[in-house]
């Protein structure tokens, strides 16, 4: 099946620091990349839709000067969370449509984020 | 407006079943899914609904009926591995999926 990665899967960083998160689809052309957050036993919370090429979509309440998301290219999202606080540290998810079906979403493994 | 509602958690033994029910409200309707996540890990695909009735896949079920606005995931045989939490997203008209809070599934020897 179509695989999507995540790097890096674990980051501790000071506060005030900036942090980058890819998504990659490993073999498959993601024309839909999603990016969620997840809080501990809470659900996933969809922050962003990015389609490569344009710019992204956010969420009602996600800045989109704080969490910078870059889609390059059809393999290729970036989610840059900008001068993180610990209020940041949460559990960043992305998921990919291959264009083939609006039903089917491959999701990364995830990116574990604490910010001290 | 759009919600959606799932029990918190359920316990269930080992080789017993459990159903584990969804229920949401949308205007736009595209479909039901289930995914389970262990802890510290990405959501993994189970199941979708599109059509009303019973899908069954191995240990696993789904039943949908869109005109009550519910579905359920069926578990049979549990297993220890199957210690999760189960959530359940529905994808809305614009494609875009609608999620649960999750239930936690605790099985026990």
């Known amino acids: 099946g179509a695989v999507v990665s995540q790097h890096p899967s674990w980051v501790i960083c000071k506060s005030g620091t900036s942090v980058k998160i890819e998504c990659r689809s490993l073999d498959f052309q993601a024309t839909t990349m999603f990016w969620y957050r997840q809080f501990p036993k809470q659900s996933l919370m969809l922050m962003a839709t990015s389609n490569e090429g344009s710019k992204a979509t956010y969420e009602q309440g996600v800045e989109k000067d704080k969490f910078l998301i870059n889609h390059a290219s059809l393999t290729l999202s970036t989610l840059t969370v900008t001068s993180a606080h610990p209020e940041d540290s949460s559990f960043y998810i992305c998921?990919?449509?291959?264009?083939?079906?609006?039903?089917?979403?491959?999701f990364g493994p995830g990116t574990r984020l604490l910010v001290l | 407006g759009q919600n959606i509602d799932q029990p918190t958690e359920m316990t269930a033994t080992e080789g017993a079943i459990v159903q584990i029910n969804c229920t949401y409200q949308?205007?736009?309707?595209?479909?039901l899914f289930w995914y389970q996540q262990h802890a510290g890990e990405a959501p993994t695909f189970l199941s979708y609904n599109v059509l009303d009735g019973l899908e069954e896949k191995g240990r696993f079920s789904s039943f949908l009926s869109r005109s009550k606005g519910y579905s359920y995931l069926l578990l049979k045989e549990l297993q220890m591995k199957d210690s999760a939490s189960y959530l359940c997203?529905?994808?809305?008209?614009?494609?875009?999926?609608?999620w649960g809070a999750g239930t936690k599934l605790i099985i026990k020897p």
């Open positions: 997203a529905f994808m809305d008209s614009n494609y875009q999926l609608i």
């Open positions: 998921s990919a449509r291959d264009g083939t079906s609006v039903e089917t979403q491959y």
């Open positions: 949308t205007s736009g309707f595209n479909g």
